[in-house]
């Protein structure tokens, strides 16, 4: 097994569990306790974890990335305002790729007023749009990974090679001017990798709170983002930073 895919695997039972044990990941991963200390010790200097006597515990501070679900239902304001901002680049009659996650679900909770065609991989996406009568669904096909509402698998991959859509909203867990935008998971990575491909204008829905933060596995960089829609709360620096790099950002 190679080092990227014990460090995701020890990353998901640390956001199932908020502790995990040295010896417990032994087991799991079918490595010497020697290894999995290496892998915590690199883990907790990228700021993903914390390292305790005999294993590791969640990242201390208020801003820590894990655990997801919890990060999840956190900011609602500022998710619902960024939304909203969202909703202004949408056209009448326009295709979209909606990728998952909560913000984008905020987004895709306004949709209606006019006719759009939004494809999308996330069932949790699809149940907000299903009963909104000018928006025509079309759902990736695939299988759902873990508790996660997104299908993802050959099918989901081949129709994102057959597609072209006028504009892509999507999501990330990290984004920092550095390292670009980043997940802890390989699967939703390729998935996000791919469905970037399909639209010349990538719209990044995110709060403030992911910026400058790294998860695992990086899926893009910052040049591939057309525009990117965050909250009023983004460090005036920072924001001042990615537009003096000719970056098409707004605060909300």
Not at 81 to 97: C, R, S, Y
Not at 161 to 187: A, D, M, Y
């Amino acid at each position: 097994m190679l080092s990227i895919e014990r460090h995701e695997r020890i990353l998901n039972e640390l956001d199932k569990h908020s502790i995990v044990k040295v010896s417990e990941l032994s087991d799991l991963l079918q490595v010497t306790e020697k290894t999995v200390r290496i892998d915590l010790e690199t883990l907790e200097q990228r700021g993903l974890l914390k390292r305790i006597h005999g294993g590791a515990t969640l990242a201390e501070g208020e801003n820590h990335l894990l655990p997801i679900k919890k990060r999840q239902l956190e900011h609602g304001d500022s998710k619902h305002a960024i939304a909203n901002e969202a909703l202004k680049h949408v056209e009448e009659n326009d295709t979209l790729l909606i990728d998952g996650g909560s913000t984008t679900q905020a987004f895709a909770s306004l949709l209606g007023d006019f006719p759009v065609t939004v494809m999308t991989n996330d069932i949790k996406l699809a149940y907000t749009l299903l009963d909104k009568e000018r928006v025509q669904l079309i759902m990736a096909g695939g299988t759902r990974i873990g508790t996660s509402g997104s299908l993802f698998g050959s099918e989901a991959s081949s129709m994102l090679k057959k597609i072209r859509v006028n504009k892509i909203f999507f999501g990330t867990t990290g984004i920092s001017i550095e390292n670009g935008l980043t997940v802890f998971n390989g699967i939703h990575a390729d998935w996000k990798k791919e469905a970037l491909t399909c639209s010349d204008h990538i719209i990044l829905l995110s709060d403030s709170t992911k910026f400058q933060k790294d998860a695992l596995i990086q899926f893009a960089t910052m040049d591939d983002i057309s525009h990117i829609i965050t909250d009023k709360a983004l460090d005036d620096q920072l924001y001042e930073k990615i537009r003096n790099e000719g970056r098409s950002i707004v605060r909300v």
